[in-house]
């Protein structure tokens, strides 16, 4: 088939390489699997290995001819299928970010940037904060074991040949979008409700004692107001990213399933 001579291995090592196509753009899409920081060969090595289980469950028919238009299509289905599911979980990790970008702006800390390990671009150190708690709570939750199984059972009701998404299920990718908009905004929502009062506080002082330094005050004040706020919310703001990450996996469940 592949042209190596070798008639018991070769089948066995076509269907492997052909399983590892959806894993390996999962692996890409998917945080803490794509970070940058995860070198390639890593991923390389954990998308066979799954490949390997994936191989030994379920039976999967890999086309017979390598050079081809239709296996140029089901390979083309196999990507969007994986990254569909590593998406889903990516975006997720979206509202985290969304909730620091607004309340480093309020606060003043916008101006504090690092590089962000998983992605790779430069963040706000409140952001990148979050960031790394939104990923301990999904390693906590077992999420990259949860998405490992969504792989494999993929298969079994997104068969290659098969995996085309429907438009129900393209739908439910767009409209989670918008639930990480709103997650991010209720996420920033009481510190940034602090701050906006803290605002209009210092505007009124403003207004009654022109001779006030309102940046020898605001600033720091607003520094203050916001670290205190944030430490009195980051609770309630940790069982909201608990909530974002299984309604993120609840969602590739159901791409998977299919319902």
Do not use: K
């Not at 909730?99 to 309020?106: T, V, Y």
């Not at 979050?130 to 298969?155: K, P």
């Amino acid at each position: 088939m592949l042209g190596l001579g070798i008639p018991v291995f070769e089948p066995w090592l076509w269907s492997l390489m052909f399983v590892m196509i959806r894993i390996g753009a999962a692996f890409i899409a998917a945080p803490v699997f794509g970070a940058t920081a995860v070198p390639l060969q890593v991923r390389i090595l954990l998308a066979g290995a799954i490949g390997v289980l994936v191989l030994r469950a379920t039976p999967i028919e890999p086309p017979a001819e390598v050079m081809a238009l239709t296996t140029l299509l089901m390979i083309v289905q196999e990507v969007l299928v994986g990254l569909a599911l590593g998406f889903i979980i990516q975006i997720a990790f979206a509202a985290p970010l969304i909730a620091a970008e607004a309340i480093a702006g309020s606060m003043g800390l916008s101006f504090a940037s690092a590089v962000d390990p998983q992605n790779g671009t430069s963040t706000t150190a409140l952001g990148q904060f979050m960031s790394i708690i939104m990923t301990l709570l999904f390693l906590s939750l077992n999420g990259h074991l949860i998405l490992a199984d969504m792989v494999v059972r993929s298969y079994e009701s997104l068969p290659p040949g098969a995996a085309w998404l429907a438009p129900a299920q393209l739908q439910a990718i767009a409209m989670f979008g918008s639930f990480i908009f709103m997650a991010g905004l209720l996420l920033a929502l009481p510190v940034g409700f602090v701050l906006l009062c803290l605002n209009l506080i210092v505007g009124m002082l403003s207004r009654s004692a022109p001779s006030l330094n309102l940046f020898a005050i605001g600033l720091p004040s607003s520094l203050l107001v916001g670290l205190v706020a944030l430490a009195i919310a980051f609770p309630a703001m940790g069982d909201l990213m608990v909530n974002i990450v299984t309604e993120a996996l609840a969602t590739s469940e159901r791409l998977v399933m299919g319902r």
